[in-house]
């Protein structure tokens, strides 16, 4: 089976839903917590985390907050 490439902007997405999960599990925060954070259900939580590419800046920000993400990860998260 042929290997697929991923654009760019793929692979970030794909780091970013990557690192919000590991990161998830590190501190122990659940969805219903980022969904509480976000003022979402918590299944919409689950679709962002899935789909990371539906996930608004705005939200991105509100995400990194509470995973207190360091300035360094959110550099290198956002930027292609």
């Known amino acids: 089976m042929p290997k697929v ?7 970030k997405q794909w780091e ?8 998830m599990k590190l501190r122990h925060i659940t969805q219903q ?11 919409a939580v689950r679709y ?5 590419q539906s996930i608004s800046y705005s939200q991105l ?4 907050k509470v995973l207190e993400t ?6 290198r998260l956002t930027t292609l």
């Open 16 to 23: 970013i839903q990557r690192y919000i999960i590991g990161e």
């Open 5 to 11: 490439s991923l654009d760019p902007m793929q692979k």
């Open 70 to 75: 360091t300035d360094e990860d959110r550099r």
């Open 61 to 64: 920000l509100i995400i990194f």
């Open 48 to 52: 962002l985390i899935n789909h990371a």
């Open 33 to 43: 917590d980022l969904a509480d954070e976000l003022e979402i259900s918590q299944p």
